[in-house]
């Protein structure tokens, strides 16, 4: 099994940046794709990034292109989730994800909640104009 434990979240005013973290524990995901996804209110739930296991591709949506930038350590199980320039648009719960080996988002980067395997509990970030 795999643990995932997303924090970092907080309030912040417009304009402001925030840095989210999610630690995995209970086996090694150095091989997984790891994604960020994150829900708001009455929406359904929105890819944000993820990342290759080595770092070297990542995919954002396109409403966080250009301000929020998704990196890993595997060395700490760690994906983070650097959100510059945050609007209130941006308000949200935000989750991290992993696959299993074999899943369709083990390997390629994927947009789809249905692909990936393993949720945190999420953090909130909210923005406030």
């Known amino acids: 099994q795999v643990q995932l434990v997303e924090s970092g979240g907080g309030l912040v005013q417009t304009g402001g940046s925030l840095r989210l973290s999610c630690v995995a524990s209970?086996?090694?995901?150095?091989?997984?794709?790891m994604g960020w996804f994150r829900q708001a209110p009455g929406k359904e739930r929105e890819f944000v990034a993820a990342?290759?296991?080595?770092?070297?591709?990542?995919g954002y949506g396109d409403s966080v292109k250009g301000r929020f930038t998704i990196s890993r350590d595997n060395a700490k199980n760690t994906v983070s989730l650097q959100m510059n320039s945050l609007k209130p648009e941006d308000t949200a719960v935000y989750y991290c994800?992993?696959?299993?080996?074999?899943?369709?988002?083990?390997?390629?980067?994927?947009?789809?909640?249905?692909?990936?395997?393993?949720w945190g509990q999420g953090t909130q970030v909210t923005v406030s104009s």
């Open positions: 994800a992993a696959s299993n080996e074999g899943s369709p988002a083990y390997t390629a980067l994927s947009g789809l909640t249905g692909d990936y395997d393993y």
């Open positions: 209970g086996r090694t995901l150095s091989t997984s794709v």
């Open positions: 990342i290759n296991w080595t770092g070297g591709i990542r």
